[in-house]
């Protein structure tokens, strides 16, 4: 298994000097960090700036979305290559604030991920249940539902590019997230999803957990065997933050 990976999504936050300043700062500590491999996913209007600012340190940087065209007349998108061209080695995709709030489907993000990995970006998938899903016992099925149709056409060399982010809805941006047992249990059930979609890459993919993580809850759930890392929303702002989350095993 590849190290542990720590990426932050800042979604729609920090102007362009508020990232430079975030960056500069957590370039020093993040030396100290031995055991995780960090990634840093700023607004588009930051990439280039951070993406200087990175360079001989071990920070990489993401997007956090993407068109799946090269280029075109698609007012308003971002294409792989200017993501490239930004530096990015990650991109975040199927967020579920993007399958809510832009009416992303699987049939969507299944291209966006066959772009991506066209492109040498490495995706980080996301998938999860609402709470009413959660509810009604439609956990795994709406899990199962969303990586198969998300995975199509998707050969097993480019699948193992994939870093998969179980992220509850319910547990993002909530404060309430999932207890370590629970997201263990989703993550066993997907590393088994893989295995059955491909052999032998599921031991070496990472299945990273998002949705509330914080400095006080990040240990207990990267003690469990199938939690290989965490994306981070609303603690990944604050440097000291994601510094004591990035570190918590140093
Ligand atoms: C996220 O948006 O991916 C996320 C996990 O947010 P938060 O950590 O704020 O719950």
Redesign the pocket.
Known sequence: MPKPLIAA?W?MNKNIEESISFINNFKNSSKKIKNAEIAICPPFTSLNEVNKIIKGSNIKIGAQNMHYEDNGAFTGEISPLMLKDAGCDYV?LG???RREYFNEDNQLINKKLISALKNNINPIL?VGEKLEQRENNQTFDVIKGQLTNCLKNINKEDAKKITI?Y?PVW?????K?ATPEQAEEVHKFIRGLLSKLYSNISENTRIIY?????PNNIKDLMNQDNIDG???????LKEEDFFQICSYSD
Do not use: D, R
């Not at 547990?171 to 404060?175: L, R």
């Not at 998002?210 to 914080?214: F, I, N």
């Not at 965490?230 to 990944?236: C, N």
């Open positions: 999504n979604k975040i967020h579920s604030e996301c982010a992220e547990a993002i941006g909530t404060g997230n998002g949705g509330s993580v914080k965490a994306l981070v929303g609303g603690a990944s």
